[in-house]
């Protein structure tokens, strides 16, 4: 039946809106969506916030460095160069997941502890092995363990779009059940842990990101404050190092800025907002709607209408992009109007001549570009026909397979190509209908450099469409497309051996070691057999190393190597994890007794001496053992890891020690680390958790109030109250007790203020702290801030503040003094006193270590170290305090021997700020000023 006019065009306008609709629901439009996308971008550019900088790896710093990778010692330098600028946070986008020389790897792993934790490494995954399937395998690649303790995670994992191009950025993503921030998270200071895609705004000028050179920050050349209090993020900005990413609007930019503009978009709220598909599929009903309510008018007005309603759309799209961060999309909208314009001029115009000349145009134009790219292609192409005729070969072809000229019948070129491909041709040319055969050939060729070619190709049969009616009756072809491959798959070969072979020696690599040592754990889990991971280490090889010279210890190393291949027991082939470390595990049944005996003999065997080069070398070897007790659950990584661990065990031991895992080392290291963890997210919380203690200190003579001593207390919301001996040596170790000693100096001087004026707070510096160089400024800022007199602040310095006696210690503590604050020597008598020492730098006071305290009156040896310390006191003018007075009998001593001042439980425990102001009223001490 036929259909009305109006019914039927109102129907093929229905139809057309909701293909559109379908169209765009799969996709399709999505290519020219993101155009119309990025114009927008372009057309609104916004600059950079400036809080971010990047310091890029550029060509100048490649040529001045001359080797790449870099030596670590040049990361550590740039580390040191930041912290000294003042910068904030300092992300690197390299990677750090392998070891380097002993030396290079200690001084990274040394700048990241003065860097106090401001330093973050990248996570991301890369291609790992093949799988069965034939598909790689997605490892991740975190930073080598060493520097783990030291350094913040952060993933710079990058998602490209099914083009190719980069529009989203993860907030964070999730590692083994831990999520880790993403680069662009952290540079922006976002808290929370979560993952998930955001859009980012590419309207957002990387030229207008402060990028400095490598080069100039080694060279000092920076202006005066550029970095301070910047986030920084260092990469590759040189195209030879290929860390670049395809973006919208700015076509190809480095790795490094394209995580600077996700952090951006984090920090000025850019982030890209798609619109839904039910308000996509509503504009485009909506302009059906106006297209069905126009049909009355003429077809210059209908036409003119829908226009019109394209640039509304378009300047909606506009204004809510570069406003609001919201993604419009309106492409389908303009597919619609123009379907729907074709169809209201189909209706008033014959249009089918005109349709069939323009494709006769094109027809022509595609048959000219194709021959064009034919010819010019890198890719060397045949065609023949179903006899063997030759209708096409271009000249790359020909070099290819070096094919003169003079042959052009088709079995003289079949009889040319390598046996592999001529076999799959004339295969295919016995075949009817539509074929697809790839390959790979390998031969030998006169024109080639090595003499051998690896070509790979593709053969495909076609049958053309014919002139007659019913069926397809067209001719059938066969092309061949090959390409020469052969110095990629020479690259791809080595590449493959090196990253799972040493180069050195020949063993494994630790990765591939895991893997290997992974699946014997699945083979031998299903019948209950135990398995030893053996880990062992050459004894004091950096001194061998150094001794005897580099070379000489490369050939200590594939000796070892070479013995363990040769061993002669039932052990797996070794690998080599670290610079002097090796692995294996047991072929067969072991006991601990088993283990023990396995890996005695492996140290027999590598100290018998070794011939290097006409000298005799000798080596002694230290085992760490680890044992498989609960398979499947315990992974690869886990057994190494352990047996890593009681080499630690095992070096205490000397040459020849052997230890096995302990698991309560595994768990004090566990807390360790939780403890640290813990503390770095303390500090950047603003020290919330952390509070001040201060504990009395009386005069001898009568027990007058004399001052407190401040006291670091830490009490977290989960693991309650952390021991100072627990958490003050981690912060030490990793440089946090730098920010926790400036914070802990300004809030005792704030306090004291509302403390009687003949009273004084004493704090405690930390050899780091002195070490870094910034006490003298802390000190003068946290006296001017709070308007304590100086002469009411006494800072705690310990002996081993005086082992390295160097004459920046010297300037700094009479710095100090020129500022009016005192200096007293804490825990005398337990450490490295010297008389050398108390009496080359200017300190005012001893305190007697509480050690002392314990066996008076009873210890004739405690009486008379505190005899001496008062003697020497008195003889270099400085006060004596005695610390630990506990009983009445010890302070009658101690008041009797002359000792000035006490500090004790006898009178009084630490307390907090209110509680010491009210025991100095308690104590009658003059009047209290009002608190600050």
């Known amino acids: ?138 490892v991740r690649s975190l930073p080598h363990e060493m520097f783990r303790n030291d350094a913040w995670l952060a993933s710079v994992q990058v998602s490209p779009d099914a083009d190719g191009a980069v529009r989203q950025y993860a907030y964070g993503t999730s590692v083994e059940g831990e999520i880790i921030p993403s680069a662009a998270a952290i540079l922006a200071g976002i808290p929370e842990m979560k993952t998930g895609y955001f859009g980012i705004d590419f309207s957002i000028d990387p030229q207008s990101v402060p990028t400095y050179s490598v080069t100039d920050l080694l060279s000092g050349n920076l202006p005066e404050g550029a970095l301070r209090d910047k986030s920084i993020i260092v990469g590759a900005h040189a195209i030879e190092l290929r860390d670049t990413f395809a973006v919208p609007v700015h076509t190809l930019i480095s790795g490094p800025l394209l995580q600077v503009l996700a952090a951006e978009t984090l920090l000025q709220n850019r982030i890209m907002l798609p619109s839904g598909k039910w308000l996509n599929a509503a504009l485009v009903l909506l302009v059906l709607a106006v297209a069905l309510l126009t049909a009355r008018f003429g077809i210059v007005v209908r036409l003119t209408i829908l226009a019109v309603l394209s640039l509304l759309t378009e300047a909606v799209g506009v204004y809510l992009q570069t406003n609001s961060a919201i993604v419009l999309a309106t492409v389908q909208v303009h597919i619609a109007i123009v379907g729907l314009s074709l169809l209201a001029v189909a209706s008033e115009f014959n249009i089918i001549s005109l349709l069939l000349r323009i494709s006769r145009l094109e027809s022509l134009n595609t048959r000219r570009v194709l021959r064009q790219v034919f010819a010019d292609s890198a890719d060397g192409f045949l065609v023949v026909d179903c006899d063997g005729r030759i209708l096409e070969i271009n000249d790359n072809f020909r070099a290819l397979f070096d094919i003169d000229g003079e042959q052009n019948a088709a079995v003289d070129v079949i009889d040319a190509l390598p046996q592999a491909l001529a076999r799959d041709l004339r295969m295919t040319l016995g075949h009817t209908g539509d074929r697809h055969v790839t390959g790979e050939a390998e031969f030998h060729a006169a024109r080639a450099e090595t003499g051998r070619r690896v070509v790979e190709y593709t053969i495909t049969l076609s049958k053309l469409s014919g002139t007659g009616h019913g069926e397809d009756n067209g001719p059938i072809i066969a092309s061949v497309a090959a390409r020469d491959v052969s110095v990629e798959r020479a690259q791809r070969d080595k590449l493959e051996y090196l990253s799972k072979y040493d180069d050195l020696t020949g063993a494994m690599r630790r990765r591939e070691y895991v893997e290997y040592l992974d699946r014997f754990l699945e083979t031998v889990a299903e019948d209950g057999r135990k398995v030893t991971v053996v880990v062992i280490n050459i004894h004091r090889f950096k001194s061998l190393n150094s001794t005897l010279g580099r070379s000489t210890g490369d050939g200590l190393l594939k000796a070892v190597a070479d013995r363990l291949t040769k061993i002669g027991l039932p052990v797996s082939q070794a690998a080599r994890l670290d610079a002097d470390t090796f692995a294996f595990h047991n072929a067969s049944e072991l006991s601990k007794s088993g283990g023990r005996y396995i890996a005695g003999a ?38 190494i890891s352990n047996a890593e661990l009681a080499l630690d065990k095992a070096r205490k031991q000397g040459g020849g020690g052997i230890a096995y895992y302990d698991p309560n080392h595994a768990q004090q290291l566990q807390r360790a680390r939780l403890v640290e963890r813990e503390m770095q997210s303390a500090v950047k919380d603003g020290s919330k958790q952390f509070w001040v203690a201060y504990q009395p200190q009386v005069h001898t003579k009568d027990g007058s109030p004399a001052g407190a001593e401040a006291l670091l207390r830490w009490t977290h919301p989960e693991l309650g109250t952390i021991s100072p001996g627990e958490f003050i040596e981690i912060a030490e170790a990793n440089g946090i007790i730098v920010q926790l000693g400036r914070w802990i100096l300004n809030q005792a001087c704030r306090d004291a203020c509302a403390w009687p004026e003949d009273v004084t707070v004493s704090v405690n510096v930390s050899p780091t702290q002195l070490l870094r160089g910034g006490v003298v400024k802390d000190v003068r800022e946290a006296l001017a801030a709070s308007g304590l007199p100086p002469h009411r602040l006494e800072l705690e310095l310990t002996e081993s503040s005086f082992l390295t006696a160097t004459e920046d210690l010297l300037s700094q503590l009479e710095a100090l003094k020129a500022l009016g604050v005192s200096l007293a020597l804490d825990d005398f008598g337990t450490g490295y006193s010297s008389l050398g020492y108390i009496a080359s730098f200017p300190v005012d006071k001893i305190k007697v270590d509480q050690t002392f305290m314990r066996g008076l009156p009873q210890s004739s040896r405690d009486q008379s170290v505190i005899f001496a310390a008062q003697v020497l006191g008195e003889g270099l003018g400085m006060e004596v305090l005695c610390e630990g007075v506990e009983t009445e009998d010890q302070y009658q001593l101690v008041r009797s021997i002359g000792c000035h001042k006490i500090q004790g439980y006898l009178f009084g425990k630490p307390q907090t700020a209110a509680e010491i102001r009210s025991w100095f009223v308690e104590k009658g001490s003059s009047v209290l000023k009002t608190a600050v």
Not at 6 to 16: D, E, H, P, S, T
Not at 58 to 81: K, M, T, Y
Not at 99 to 127: I, K
Not at 606 to 628: C, I, R
Request: proline content about 5%; glycine content about 8%.
């Open 1 to 138: 039946m036929k259909l009305p006019p109006n019914i039927a065009r109102i129907a093929a306008q229905a139809i057309l809106c909701l293909g559109v609709i379908w169209l765009q629901t799969l996709g399709v439009f999505d290519g020219l969506q993101h155009g119309v996308d990025a114009k927008r971008a372009e057309l609104a550019p916004r600059d950079a916030s400036g809080d971010i900088a990047f310091i890029a790896i550029d060509h100048e710093s490649l040529n001045r460095i001359g080797i790449w990778p870099w030596p670590r010692s040049v990361h550590a330098d740039l580390i040191g160069r930041l912290v000294e600028n003042d910068v904030a946070d300092i992300l690197f986008d390299i990677d750090f997941s392998s070891r380097s020389t002993a030396v290079e790897d200690r001084r990274l792993l040394s700048a990241l502890q003065e860097a106090g934790g401001s330093v973050v490494f990248p996570t991301f995954a890369q291609p790992g092995t093949a799988t069965d399937s034939g598909a790689a395998r997605l």
């Open 602 to 639: 492996v140290i027999q065997e590598l100290s018998k001496p070794y011939n290097l080069n006409g000298m005799q070398v000798s080596a002694d070897f230290y085992a760490g053992l680890s044992e498989a007790v609960d398979l499947p659950s315990q992974t690869a990584d886990d057994l």
